[in-house]
């Protein structure tokens, strides 16, 4: 899905407004609902926020962004046990056009630069307060977010399939307890089923259906060997309808049942005074 994006007058600095981090303080925590009187990036550093910004509903994962317009309705639509940075601000109201060109939302290919922006704004508001510096770094911060999402797009053919299959595979490790599904990852990141398959076994040799089956058995040996849950508690950690299902896809995977590998580790431990 193509995401809207953003233009920003930048014949002046854009206004800093306010910023700061927020930590749910529950994982039942849902975002207020108020009308935005200004612009609000929010870059999530964990978890995932449920937002709903003038009747669009957003899923904003960890290292993804999302700016929000002014005059706009902003509500949670789900409970989201998350953790962000936010930033508001201003446009300038110069009659002289200078604009840069920004995805409303997306994800941030320099995660960590992005950050240490933000802590250096907070810093500054927090150390000077100087109106004009504030600006400055907030437009920084915009500018930046552009100019990641321009390179993202010159990115070659080949470039776009690996980063896709990267973010596939940070995409299984992340819901790796949940029954993931290749449509499901299809649609999450915008494509045909058909085509992820292809892109994936053609950059891993293995189909996609199959490496989730075999990421999942190799987090069930690590819990199997490191805890003392039970089969039935590792099978619904993993996803899995019932535990015979998990057993049978543990045993074709390893040749072992569950309860034959936490054994046959155990005796393999050594210890040692």
Not at 143 to 162: D, F, H, M, P, Y
Not at 232 to 250: R, T, V
Request: charged share 25%.
């Amino acid at each position: 899905m193509k995401e809207t994006a953003l233009e920003f007058d930048l014949s002046e600095p854009l206004s800093y407004v306010f910023t700061g981090k927020f930590k749910a303080p529950d994982p039942s925590w849902i975002h207020l609902s108020r009308i935005l009187l200004d612009y609000e990036l929010v870059a999530i550093t964990d978890g995932i926020l449920y937002i709903n910004n003038n009747g669009i509903n957003y899923t904003v994962q960890k290292g993804e962004y999302l700016i929000m317009p002014p005059n706009t309705p902003q509500s949670g639509w789900k409970n989201s046990d998350c953790s962000f940075y936010w930033l508001h601000f201003k446009e300038s109201t110069n009659s002289r056009k200078r604009k840069i060109s920004v995805p409303q939302k997306g994800t941030i290919n320099n995660f960590e630069k992005i950050i240490v922006m933000m802590k250096q704004l907070q810093d500054c508001v927090r150390s000077y307060n100087d109106q004009t510096e504030n600006d400055y770094i907030t437009t920084s911060i915009i500018c930046e977010l552009s100019n990641q999402s321009r390179e993202k797009t010159k990115a070659t053919g080949e470039e776009v399939q690996k980063q896709i299959y990267n973010d596939i595979l940070d995409y299984v490790k992340r819901f790796i307890h949940q029954n993931i599904k290749v449509s499901e990852i299809a649609e999450h990141f915008g494509y045909n089923e058909k085509y992820v398959s292809f892109l994936f076994k053609k950059h891993s040799g293995q189909p996609l259906k199959q490496y989730i089956l075999f990421a999942k058995m190799e987090t069930a040996k690590f819990i199997l060997s490191d805890t003392n849950k039970s089969i039935g508690e590792i099978s619904a950690q993993l996803g899995f309808s019932d535990s015979h299902n998990f057993m049978k896809a543990f045993k074709k995977v390893t040749g072992l049942t569950p309860s034959e590998y936490r054994n046959a580790y155990a005796k393999r431990m050594l210890f040692y005074e």
